[in-house]
């Protein structure tokens, strides 16, 4: 059963088989498709199905007895024994760090402050290392399945530099929500500076029939004077950004950015969603606000754990929850892993709830459908669309195709547990966004990839000699005059004298 809604968008998409004969359309036969029942809020498993989209649309789902019109023309793809999947969204990403990649594998989120983040790179990085570092980032996403990425692209330092992330992003093919950062920054680039920019890519609306949509990120909401902050508010309501994000992070952090707090401004019950991320620190009363406006939080598993954010708390409100990445340039870009890494973290952490009282868990208390649902669908309502994240007639056709032969899901019964439990990048054999193949055969469907890559090594490698000769930070004292910096204790792999902790090799 489908909303009014998406009757209207199919009603549509079939108007538009019968008047336009040069409507593309493609036709994925035979598959095991996990589509999403709407009635009942529920994945819903479709076997020896098939998918026609036509342009960018899913028009009919349908099983081998259905007698269905195929549009004339139609490309037809055999998809006799793998897995059709709704393409996954990542709601957290800083897509222009690509070219950290490897060098901060073993940092913290004080040290990564000071070294890899927003204010210490702004005296490093070009615009064309902002450009094809988006551009390579978004590339590798695509590669791993996800379709959709708000990116807060805090890699803008200047009118510039702004300005290339946002060309990186409508380069990609990706559906990103290009989240424009406005932020304190001390190279001379103002707030006023920002928001003007910010007036000026809405206006120019560069991104308008591309996949790409103008969004909002911001910090400031428990930092900043009122002033700024309600200058950053109206800025955001005059540039009509299609989503507003912004870190979470209380506690020692001390950057709250909480529901609360944006609520106090009367910015928090709005049509346009706000994503927080990480939310470790949430307060009941945050929990309470997040369900009743409506709003979600992003929480990234394998950033929290990687930096030390906070305690896994957001499984007390994963029905207002997504999944992200984070810094992609230190760990995984896919979110299947985030999925994996967060559903096994949640089931240890209730299981020990009750092994701590020494009794004997019954059951297990997180499901593979519940992350697969994360990772799909809770990404699409946390942007407030409808159309991202799932299977259904009139979504948008962004897909992902599994090959159900590779050696990891060979055997495959359940397409939800062979996806979030055994899968792996090299399984994905096709990526589709708006009906565009993005990978095809295993292979990235971009021109000239191997001139982007060339690039982008130009660029990395410059950027990486230049950290390479920047000093390590002496963490001491507190940080940011909210809590004392204190060492954790190193692990100790080796029998005998040292560790085995070792130094990077870069």
């Given at each position: 059963?489908?909303?009014?809604?998406?009757?209207?968008?199919?009603?549509?998409?079939?108007?538009?088989?019968?008047?336009?004969?040069?409507?593309?359309?493609?036709?994925?036969?035979?598959?095991?498709?996990?589509?999403?029942?709407?009635?009942i809020?529920?994945?819903?498993?479709?076997?020896n199905?098939?998918?026609?989209?036509?342009?960018?649309?899913?028009?009919?789902?349908?099983?081998?007895?259905?007698?269905?019109?195929?549009?004339?023309?139609?490309?037809?793809?055999?998809?006799?024994?793998?897995?059709?999947?709704?393409?996954?969204?990542?709601?957290?990403?800083?897509?222009?760090?690509?070219?950290?990649?490897?060098?901060?594998?073993?940092?913290?989120?004080?040290?990564?402050?000071?070294?890899?983040?927003?204010?210490?790179?702004?005296?490093?990085?070009?615009?064309?290392?902002?450009?094809?570092?988006?551009?390579?980032?978004?590339?590798?996403?695509?590669?791993?399945g996800?379709?959709?990425?708000?990116?807060?692209?805090?890699?803008?330092?200047?009118?510039?530099?702004?300005?290339?992330?946002?060309?990186?992003?409508?380069?990609?093919?990706?559906?990103?929500?290009?989240?424009?950062?406005?932020?304190?920054?001390?190279n001379?680039?103002?707030?006023?500076?920002?928001?003007?920019?910010?007036?000026?890519?809405?206006?120019?609306?560069?991104?308008?029939?591309?996949?790409?949509?103008?969004?909002?990120?911001?910090?400031?909401?428990?930092?900043?004077?009122?002033?700024?902050?309600?200058s950053?508010?109206?800025?955001?309501?005059?540039?009509?950004?299609?989503?507003?994000?912004?870190?979470?992070?209380?506690?020692p952090?001390?950057?709250?950015?909480?529901?609360?707090?944006?609520?106090?401004?009367?910015?928090?019950?709005?049509?346009?969603?706000?994503?927080?991320?990480?939310?470790?620190?949430?307060?009941?009363?945050?929990a309470?606000?997040?369900?009743?406006?409506?709003?979600?939080?992003?929480?990234?598993?394998?950033?929290?754990?990687?930096?030390?954010?906070?305690?896994?708390?957001?499984?007390?409100?994963?029905?207002?929850?997504?999944?992200?990445?984070?810094?992609?340039?230190?760990?995984?870009?896919?979110?299947?892993?985030?999925?994996?890494?967060?559903?096994?973290?949640?089931r240890?952490?209730?299981?020990?709830q009750?092994?701590?009282?020494?009794?004997?868990?019954?059951?297990?208390?997180?499901?593979?459908?519940?992350?697969?649902?994360?990772?799909?669908?809770?990404?699409?309502?946390?942007?407030?669309?409808?159309?991202?994240?799932?299977?259904?007639?009139?979504?948008?056709?962004?897909?992902?195709?599994f090959?159900?032969?590779?050696?990891?899901?060979?055997?495959?019964?359940?397409?939800?547990?062979?996806?979030?439990?055994?899968?792996?990048?090299?399984?994905?054999?096709?990526?589709?966004v708006?009906?565009?193949?993005?990978?095809?055969?295993?292979?990235?469907?971009?021109?000239?990839?191997?001139?982007?890559?060339?690039?982008?090594?130009e660029?990395?490698?410059?950027?990486?000699?230049?950290?390479?000769?920047?000093?390590?930070?002496?963490?001491?004292?507190?940080?940011?005059?909210?809590?004392?910096?204190?060492?954790?204790?190193?692990?100790?792999?080796?029998?005998?004298?040292?560790?085995?902790?070792?130094?990077?090799?870069?």
């Amino acid at each position: 059963m489908q909303s009014p809604a998406f009757r209207h968008l199919v009603a549509l998409c079939f108007c538009g088989i019968l008047a336009i004969s040069s409507a593309s359309s493609i036709l994925f036969s035979g598959g095991t498709v996990i589509a999403f029942d709407q009635a009942i809020e529920a994945l819903q498993i479709l076997r020896n199905s098939s998918v026609l989209v036509v342009d960018d649309r899913i028009v009919s789902l349908f099983d081998s007895q259905s007698n269905i019109t195929i549009p004339e023309g139609t490309e037809k793809i055999d998809v006799t024994g793998k897995i059709v999947s709704p393409g996954f969204v990542d709601t957290h990403r800083h897509g222009w760090e690509t070219a950290f990649k490897t060098i901060a594998s073993n940092t913290s989120l004080a040290e990564y402050f000071v070294r890899y983040g927003e204010f210490a790179s702004q005296d490093k990085f070009t615009a064309e290392d902002v450009y094809i570092g988006q551009l390579a980032g978004l590339l590798e996403t695509l590669n791993a399945g996800v379709t959709t990425i708000l990116d807060h692209a805090h890699g803008s330092w200047s009118d510039e530099t702004a300005q290339a992330g946002l060309d990186g992003s409508i380069n990609s093919g990706a559906r990103v929500f290009h989240g424009f950062t406005i932020h304190a920054l001390t190279n001379g680039y103002s707030i006023t500076d920002q928001l003007a920019k910010l007036q000026s890519v809405a206006q120019e609306s560069k991104f308008k029939n591309t996949s790409v949509s103008l969004g909002l990120a911001y910090d400031g909401f428990s930092t900043a004077t009122a002033e700024e902050v309600n200058s950053v508010i109206e800025a955001a309501k005059q540039a009509n950004v299609s989503v507003i994000t912004t870190h979470c992070a209380g506690g020692p952090w001390g950057f709250a950015n909480s529901p609360e707090i944006l609520h106090s401004y009367n910015f928090l019950n709005i049509s346009t969603p706000i994503v927080f991320s990480h939310a470790n620190f949430l307060t009941t009363q945050d929990a309470s606000l997040l369900r009743s406006t409506n709003q979600y939080i992003s929480t990234t598993p394998e950033s929290e754990s990687h930096y030390g954010v906070g305690a896994p708390t957001a499984y007390h409100i994963q029905d207002q929850a997504a999944l992200g990445v984070d810094t992609h340039s230190t760990f995984s870009a896919d979110i299947i892993t985030q999925a994996r890494i967060w559903l096994q973290t949640v089931r240890r952490t209730l299981y020990v709830q009750v092994l701590d009282q020494w009794n004997v868990p019954t059951n297990n208390p997180m499901s593979v459908n519940q992350a697969f649902l994360l990772a799909t669908r809770h990404g699409g309502l946390a942007l407030r669309r409808q159309d991202i994240g799932v299977l259904v007639e009139g979504a948008k056709a962004d897909m992902v195709i599994f090959n159900g032969d590779s050696p990891g899901l060979l055997g495959w019964v359940d397409p939800v547990a062979a996806v979030i439990l055994h899968s792996n990048v090299g399984d994905i054999e096709h990526v589709l966004v708006d009906g565009k193949f993005v990978k095809r055969d295993g292979k990235l469907a971009v021109e000239n990839y191997a001139g982007i890559q060339q690039r982008f090594l130009e660029s990395a490698r410059r950027l990486q000699q230049l950290w390479k000769e920047t000093p390590y930070p002496t963490l001491e004292g507190t940080f940011n005059d909210i809590a004392d910096y204190e060492p954790v204790k190193e692990v100790d792999t080796l029998r005998g004298d040292g560790t085995g902790y070792g130094t990077n090799f870069v």
